[in-house]
């Protein structure tokens, strides 16, 4: 059995070094847009060889789409039009655009919407890491929709990866991921722009960045080629986050330029409880 | 010689363990006024034995205060009426205000204004960890006003501490960590308030919580009886600073609200701009 996978940056280098560490197939099939990407898939050893599109998916048993979510929106109809008993697997970070696109698509069922909630700020073939996924969720999206056999196919896939699992409908996992994940490269990316601007009139205003600064900024180092289309299809759930975020800095800026020092205090510690939800 | 540590929390306890760890002093003194925090720190180590800030001032050479940036403001002054040729460092994370407070004072020469840029999101005695400054930055402000062997006597604590230095003046300092470090932990706090909020609606939102939210909500888990008084004394620039970030998360919205792909593309693309600074 073939394994494909197409897009063979961060996620998709990530589950081709995880898969070829177990031997889970005889080969895996690496589909990449760009030459210079192919050359370094291959040379890291992430995928066994280079194919076409077309070539992979008659070739492989399992398709897995791990392209920039505008990519898969554009491409997955085309896929399915052309598998029989194959299984594609999308790993997108929006789900109800794609999901209404081939709601009704003959081949629906030979589909598995999933997304692996593991990442990092780097990008392309060389940001590839073996252990990406272990101890992380695997969300599965409308997978009562999928064939029986198909979900099973790519639960196994998620059970080599070592991640934990979770089921949700199309609309919770947008809105969800908009709260947990994309507010959260807005804000860096916000705050990167913030300090840079500031940077060219202070010159050495980066020499007392520390760890804190590093923590809340490094995400702005994320791909805007991955990150814009994921803003464009979770565009409504994103631009709530977004508002409610805005509306409650300027909560802390009203509170702090009125000089309520008792609201401010209130407001900082009633963000503490964050401690119940993160270690 | 004694060393008084004024306020056995995060920053005082890890200057507590290093010093005593490299028997840098005959003794180390805490100065703390929460009884329970007394008890910590010297069941932890951080500290040799406990004295009122009075006994503490006569009894040591150097006396460190590690106490929010208001209380600092409040004893300062005082202790500077109690020194002879003691040295008194403050370790707080504003400066402008306190050091115009006691620009004029007749011991002025006595007092060092340093701000280690070294901290975690925890705080109190049990957060006090040896290695805490290792590399990272001790500024200090205003160093030129200092009396030179109060100076050295300063310094050789930060080498012991194996910290690099840097020297500002007071605006700088304060309009500096106002875009470094201030802005951060309200992005943070902001950031945690808007996500805590969504999960009173929205119980699992927490499930799909990835590293990329950690990173940029952990700050959220600081103390507001630290932060507070630091927002306070360092009003203006952190107003100006958070006007601006909302500016930057503004024009963000802005794109995604009227669909400009383009420039919400760009504006992610300067922003990685950041590359150039953190590792």
């Given at each position: ?77 085309q ?5 029989t008993?194959?299984v ?11 999901l ?76 969800h ?16 722009l ?5 940077e ?63 609201s ?13 939800i993160?270690k």
């Open positions: 059995m073939n394994i494909a996978i197409v897009g063979t940056g961060l996620i998709g280098g990530s589950i081709g070094i995880r898969l070829k560490e177990i031997n889970f197939s005889d080969k895996i099939i690496g589909v990449e847009k760009s030459e210079s990407n192919q050359k370094k898939a291959l040379q890291l050893g992430l995928v066994d060889e280079i194919q076409s599109l077309e070539d992979a998916i008659k070739n492989s048993k399992i398709i897995i789409l791990t392209v920039p979510v505008d990519a898969i929106i554009n491409m997955l109809p896929i399915l039009d052309q598998v008993d194959q594609v697997i999308d790993m997108g970070s929006t789900k109800s655009n794609i209404s696109l081939i709601n009704d698509h003959p081949k629906r069922g030979r589909y598995v919407a999933a997304h692996p909630m593991a990442g990092t700020e780097y990008s392309g073939p060389e940001a590839a890491i073996s252990g990406l996924f272990k101890d992380k969720m695997m969300v599965y999206v409308e997978a009562f929709k999928s064939d029986e056999d198909a979900f099973e196919i790519a639960d196994s896939i998620t059970e080599q990866l070592e991640m934990q699992t979770s089921f949700m409908n199309a609309d919770e996992h947008d809105m991921t908009a709260y947990v994940s994309h507010i959260s490269h807005l804000t860096s990316f916000a705050l990167a913030t300090v840079l601007e500031k060219k009139s202070q010159g050495r205003i980066f020499e007392l960045a520390g760890s804190g600064f590093q923590s809340t900024v490094r995400l702005a180092k994320s791909s805007p080629d991955m990150w814009t289309p994921i803003f464009r299809q979770n565009r409504t759930n994103v631009l709530e986050v977004l508002e409610e975020h805005i509306n409650q800095l300027q909560k802390l800026h009203d509170t702090l330029e009125s000089e309520d020092y008792p401010l205090h209130k407001l900082i510690k009633k963000s503490n409880k964050i401690k119940r993160i």
